[in-house]
C-alpha cells in the first residue's frame, strides 16, 4: 500500500470542494461463504435480494423508531453537510452525512412512502438496484457510526443508525463486510477478536508478569479466571498483545496492585470489542455481550470493569443492562437480569469504566505519583467518538470528558488541549472506527484522519506535543498505523493508562 | 367556488388530522430497543424536557452547526408561528386579547417570514453542498412557502381583502353553516396554497415537526446503566433460551 499518501492541510480548515465519485468503488472486500455462514447469513448474494432486502427493511422500520424517524424527518437543511471527517478527507458528496442517510432514504422513500412511490422523481427516490445496493456496500462501508453528524442535526438524526440499518440488511442477503464479519466469528469461536486461545492468552499474561517484576521489581499479578474475584475487567483484546495498548494493560494492573483491588481476566470472555455494533445486528450484539454475563456468573464477581476502548464502551455503559442485564434498575420481576444484578455491588456504578475505577482511587487517596516520570511527555488528549457521543462516565452529563484529562493531568505535568472545535462532542473520528480498520480500506483511513491530524499538527507546532492519549484501542491501532504517514512518531499514540502506569509509584504510599 | 373551497378545506383538514395522527402513532407504537441519546445526554426526564425545548424553541443543534443557515431557519420558523397565531382572528369570535395584541408583530412577521424563505432558497441554490442534495420537492415547498408568504402579504399591504368575508367564511365551515367566500384571485391562490400544504404535511419532510420529539437521540434520558430499558420484541429473545 505504498501508493498511499496523506492529503495536504487545508491552509484554513474551509468546507472541501465537491468531487462527486472520488471514493466510488473503495469500499471493502466482501465477505466470503464461510465467514457468513459462521454467522447465520447467506453465503452470498441471494437471488431474490431484492424483495428480502425491502422486507428486511420493512422488518427495521418496525423494530427502530430511530430508523423510522430518521428516514421521514430529514429537511435537506445541510447542518451535517461539513461535517463528516471522510467526507472533508475525501470530498466525495455521498460522503456527506445527509448524503449517506439518502442512499437508503430514497429507497425508503420509493418503497415505504406515497409520494415516493407516484412520483419518485419529485422527491428523489429510487428503486433498489444492483448498482444501489453495490453502492450501499461502498458507502455504508465508508461510516465510522461516529455520530458526530448527530450532534448538528436539528433532530438529532443519527447516521450511525443508518449504517447499521443497512449493513443488516446487506448482511441478510448475502452481502456483508469481511473484517467485522470474520472478527465477530472468531468471538464466536474462541472469545476474542483476535482469536487468541486460551493457553496462548495465559502465556502473554505470565510473560507480563515477569516484565513488569523485571522493569520495577515489583510483583504485579495478571491473573486469569480466579473465582471469587471482585473485580472482573474485560477489555479489548489488543491489550493484550499489541502497541502501545498492551502499556495501558499494565496501568490497570498496576492500579489493582496499588489498591489491593482483587480482579481478574476471564479466558472464555476475553474480549470487550463488540463488532456486533458495527453491523448493526441486534442478535449478534446480544449473543457476544452474553459471554460477559456468563463469565461474570461464572467467576461470581462482584463488579465489572472495562478497559480502554471506545466502542465496547458505549456498548458496556449504554447496552449492556439491556443486552445482558450488566447494571442495574432491572424489575423485580426480570428474572435474566435479577440473576446477575443480585450478585452484583451496587455501591459501585456497573459496569465501570478503568477510568472512572482509577480517578475515584485517585480521589479516595489510594494511588500516588512520581509526576516527573511523564515530563518528556507533551500530552493532548483526543476523545475518542464513541465514549463522547455514545457514553458517559461519572455519573453526571460530560463526565467522559473530564475524567480522562483529570487522571493525565494527575499523572503528568504538561497538557494542552487542541482546537475546540475538534475535542469534547465535536471530537472527529480518528478514520478507523465503526467496523473500518482493516487495510483493504487503508486510503479512507488515511483520508479520514485528516482533520485530527490538522488540528494535532497545529499543538506540534505550538506547545511542542509529542503524545496524543486517547482511551480507545481502534484510535490506538489506527493512528499507530496511519501517523507515520503524516509524519508524525508512530509512538505518539497511547493510552491514559500508559501515562499512570509511568508515574504510579508501587510498594509504597 | 365558495363550495369548492369548503370541500377542499374539510378534506384537507382529514388529511392533515387522520395523516399525523397515523403517524405520530406509529411513531409511539415503534419501540427504541437500545439507549442511543447522543452524549453529553440529560440523566432524567426533567433534564431531557429541558433539551428538547431548547431544541424546538432555539433550535440549539442547529445554532452549533451553522449560523447562517440557523439564522435563516430560526427567523423563518418564528415568523411562522406568529403569523399562524396572528390567523387566529379568523377562527375566533369574540377574537381573544392576546390575538389582537399580536396583529401587528404577526403583519411584519409575514415579511420576515419570506425574507427566511428566500434565504434558505437562496442558500440551497447557491451552495454547492445543500444544491447537490438538494431533491425538486425540496425547492418546492420552499416555493410554496413564497407563494403563501407574499400572496398573504399582497392582501395585507397592497390590495386590501375583505377580512370580514373570510372570517365569516371560515366561522361559517367551522359550524358547518357555509357562508360565502369572497371573490379575489389573491385570496383563492392563498387559500389552495395553504390546503395543498396541508395535505403534503404527513406525508414529507414535514415531518419533521413531528418527528423531533420522537427522536431518541435527542429524547432519551441518559440513565442506561441506572435503570435496565429493554423493548419488548428484544425481552422475548431472553425466553427464547
Known amino acids: 500500500?505504498?501508493?498511499i499518501a496523506a492529503p495536504a492541510y487545508r491552509v484554513i480548515p474551509i468546507i472541501p470542494a465537491l468531487k462527486p465519485g472520488a471514493m466510488e468503488g473503495k469500499g471493502p472486500f466482501v465477505a466470503n461463504d464461510k465467514i457468513q455462514d459462521a454467522l447465520g447469513f447467506p453465503g452470498q448474494l441471494v437471488e431474490d435480494w431484492h424483495d428480502q432486502a425491502i422486507a428486511k427493511m420493512g422488518e427495521l422500520l418496525g423494530k427502530y423508531r430511530s430508523l423510522k424517524v430518521y428516514m421521514d424527518a430529514c429537511v435537506h437543511c445541510g447542518a451535517c453537510s461539513d461535517k463528516c471527517h471522510y467526507f472533508i478527507g475525501t470530498q466525495d458528496p455521498k460522503n456527506m452525512p445527509v448524503a449517506r442517510q439518502d442512499l437508503m432514504r430514497s429507497v425508503y422513500r420509493r418503497y415505504f412512502t406515497l409520494p415516493g412511490?407516484?412520483?419518485?422523481?419529485?422527491?428523489?427516490?429510487?428503486?433498489?438496484?444492483?448498482?444501489?445496493?453495490?453502492?450501499?456496500?461502498?458507502?455504508?462501508?465508508?461510516?465510522?457510526?461516529?455520530?458526530?453528524?448527530?450532534?448538528?442535526?436539528?433532530?438529532?438524526?443519527?447516521?450511525?443508525?443508518?449504517?447499521?440499518?443497512?449493513?443488516?440488511?446487506?448482511?441478510?442477503?448475502?452481502?456483508?463486510?469481511?473484517?467485522?464479519?470474520?472478527?465477530?466469528?472468531?468471538?464466536?469461536?474462541?472469545?476474542?477478536?483476535?482469536?487468541?486461545?486460551?493457553?496462548?492468552?495465559?502465556?502473554?499474561?505470565?510473560?507480563?508478569e515477569?516484565?513488569?517484576?523485571?522493569?520495577?521489581?515489583?510483583?504485579?499479578?495478571?491473573?486469569?479466571?480466579?473465582k471469587g474475584a471482585e473485580v472482573l475487567l474485560i477489555t479489548p483484546s489488543a491489550d493484550f498483545f499489541a502497541e502501545p495498548h498492551i502499556d495501558s494493560l499494565i496501568g490497570y494492573a498496576k492500579v489493582f496492585h496499588a489498591t489491593g483491588t482483587s480482579w481478574t481476566l476471564s479466558s472464555m470472555s476475553s474480549e470487550a470489542a463488540n463488532f456486533g455494533m458495527f453491523i448493526g445486528n441486534y442478535e449478534q450484539l446480544r449473543t457476544i455481550a452474553l459471554r460477559i454475563r456468563q463469565a461474570a456468573l461464572e467467576l461470581g464477581v462482584k463488579r465489572i470493569v472495562v478497559g480502554e476502548c471506545g466502542h465496547a464502551w458505549r456498548v458496556a455503559y449504554s447496552f449492556w443492562n439491556t443486552l445482558s442485564g450488566v447494571g442495574e434498575g432491572a424489575d423485580e420481576t426480570d428474572k435474566f437480569a435479577m440473576m446477575l444484578q443480585k450478585q452484583l455491588d451496587h455501591r459501585y456504578k456497573q459496569p465501570m469504566h478503568i477510568c472512572e475505577f482509577t480517578w475515584d482511587m485517585i480521589g479516595q487517596g489510594a494511588l500516588?505519583?512520581?509526576?516527573?516520570?511523564?515530563?518528556?511527555?507533551?500530552?493532548?488528549?483526543?476523545?475518542?467518538?464513541?465514549?463522547?457521543?455514545?457514553?458517559?462516565?461519572?455519573?453526571?452529563?460530560?463526565?467522559?470528558?473530564?475524567?480522562?484529562?483529570?487522571?493525565?493531568?494527575?499523572?503528568?505535568?504538561?497538557?494542552?488541549?487542541?482546537?475546540?472545535?475538534?475535542?469534547?462532542?465535536?471530537?472527529?473520528?480518528?478514520?478507523?472506527?465503526?467496523?473500518?480498520?482493516?487495510?483493504?480500506?487503508?486510503?479512507?483511513?488515511?483520508?479520514?484522519?485528516?482533520?485530527?491530524?490538522?488540528?494535532?499538527?497545529?499543538?506540534?507546532?505550538?506547545?511542542?506535543?509529542?503524545?496524543?492519549?486517547?482511551?480507545c484501542a481502534i484510535c490506538k491501532a489506527q493512528f499507530t498505523k496511519i501517523m507515520p504517514i503524516y509524519g508524525f512518531d508512530r509512538r505518539m499514540i497511547g493510552g491514559v493508562h500508559q501515562l499512570v502506569s509511568n508515574a504510579i509509584k508501587l510498594g509504597e504510599k | 367556488m365558495s363550495t369548492l373551497f369548503a370541500i377542499l378545506f374539510y378534506f384537507a383538514t382529514l388529511v392533515l388530522v387522520v395523516?399525523?395522527?397515523?403517524?405520530?402513532?406509529?411513531?409511539?407504537?415503534?419501540?427504541?430497543?437500545?439507549?442511543?441519546?447522543?452524549?453529553?445526554?440529560?440523566?432524567?426526564?426533567?433534564?431531557?424536557?429541558?433539551?428538547?425545548?431548547?431544541?424546538?424553541?432555539?433550535?440549539?443543534?442547529?445554532?452549533?452547526?451553522?449560523?447562517w443557515t440557523w439564522g435563516l431557519g430560526w427567523l423563518f420558523h418564528a415568523s411562522l408561528a406568529l403569523v399562524l397565531l396572528r390567523h387566529l382572528r379568523y377562527f375566533t369570535e369574540p377574537v381573544w386579547a392576546w390575538v389582537a395584541f399580536i396583529q401587528p408583530f404577526g403583519m411584519y412577521a409575514g415579511i420576515t417570514m419570506v425574507l427566511g424563505v428566500a434565504g434558505l432558497w437562496a442558500r440551497r441554490l447557491f451552495v454547492e453542498r445543500i444544491r447537490y442534495i438538494s431533491t425538486p420537492s425540496d425547492h418546492l415547498m420552499l416555493v410554496l412557502f413564497?407563494?403563501?408568504?407574499?400572496?398573504?402579504?399582497?392582501?395585507?399591504?397592497?390590495?386590501?381583502?375583505?377580512v370580514v368575508g373570510v372570517k365569516g367564511f371560515m366561522l361559517g365551515l367551522m359550524n358547518f353553516n357555509l357562508q360565502a367566500l369572497p371573490a379575489s384571485i389573491g385570496l383563492?391562490?392563498?387559500?389552495?396554497?395553504?390546503?395543498?400544504?396541508?395535505?403534503?404535511?404527513?406525508?414529507?419532510?414535514?415531518?419533521?415537526?413531528?418527528?423531533?420529539?420522537?427522536?431518541?437521540?435527542?429524547?432519551?434520558?441518559?440513565?442506561?446503566?441506572?435503570?435496565?430499558?429493554?423493548?419488548?420484541?428484544?425481552k422475548q429473545l431472553e425466553s427464547e433460551k
Open chain 2, 146 to 162: 413564497l407563494v403563501i408568504g407574499i400572496s398573504g402579504l399582497v392582501m395585507t399591504f397592497v390590495v386590501h381583502g375583505d
Open chain 2, 19 to 67: 395523516g399525523l395522527f397515523s403517524r405520530i402513532s406509529v411513531y409511539t407504537r415503534t419501540p427504541a430497543p437500545l439507549k442511543i441519546p447522543t452524549t453529553p445526554a440529560p440523566i432524567n426526564t426533567s433534564g431531557v424536557v429541558l433539551r428538547m425545548a431548547r431544541e424546538v424553541v432555539f433550535f440549539e443543534s442547529l445554532f452549533k452547526a451553522n449560523l
Open chain 1, 210 to 226: 515477569e516484565d513488569v517484576k523485571e522493569a520495577t521489581g515489583i510483583d504485579v499479578r495478571f491473573p486469569m479466571d480466579v
Open chain 1, 368 to 471: 500516588s505519583f512520581d509526576k516527573e516520570a511523564n515530563d518528556k511527555h507533551i500530552i493532548t488528549f483526543h476523545d475518542s467518538c464513541n465514549v463522547a457521543r455514545g457514553s458517559s462516565m461519572g455519573g453526571y452529563p460530560g463526565g467522559q470528558f473530564d475524567i480522562p484529562r483529570n487522571i493525565i493531568k494527575a499523572v503528568a505535568n504538561n497538557f494542552y488541549e487542541m482546537n475546540p472545535n475538534t475535542t469534547h462532542e465535536r471530537t472527529f473520528c480518528c478514520g478507523g472506527g465503526g467496523g473500518l480498520l482493516t487495510d483493504d480500506l487503508l486510503d479512507l483511513r488515511v483520508k479520514g484522519a485528516l482533520p485530527r491530524m490538522e488540528v494535532l499538527q497545529h499543538v506540534a507546532d505550538e506547545h511542542g506535543v509529542n503524545f496524543m492519549a486517547c482511551i
Open chain 1, 117 to 208: 412511490k407516484f412520483f419518485p422523481k419529485l422527491v428523489g427516490a429510487r428503486d433498489l438496484t444492483r448498482e444501489v445496493l453495490d453502492e450501499w456496500h461502498n458507502y455504508f462501508h465508508q461510516c465510522s457510526e461516529c455520530r458526530r453528524c448527530s450532534v448538528f442535526c436539528p433532530y438529532g438524526i443519527d447516521t450511525a443508525e443508518v449504517t447499521m440499518a443497512a449493513r443488516e440488511i446487506l448482511d441478510s442477503v448475502g452481502y456483508g463486510q469481511k473484517y467485522s464479519n470474520e472478527i465477530i466469528g472468531k468471538v464466536h469461536k474462541i472469545g476474542n477478536n483476535l482469536g487468541l486461545p486460551a493457553p496462548a492468552l495465559k502465556d502473554t499474561l505470565e510473560g507480563l
Open chain 2, 188 to 234: 383563492y391562490v392563498h387559500l389552495a396554497m395553504v390546503a395543498l400544504l396541508m395535505m403534503i404535511f404527513p406525508i414529507s419532510k414535514l415531518l419533521h415537526a413531528p418527528g423531533v420529539f420522537f427522536s431518541p437521540s435527542r429524547n432519551q434520558a441518559d440513565n442506561s446503566r441506572e435503570k435496565r430499558h429493554i423493548a419488548a420484541w428484544a
Open chain 1, 1 to 3: 500500500m505504498a501508493d
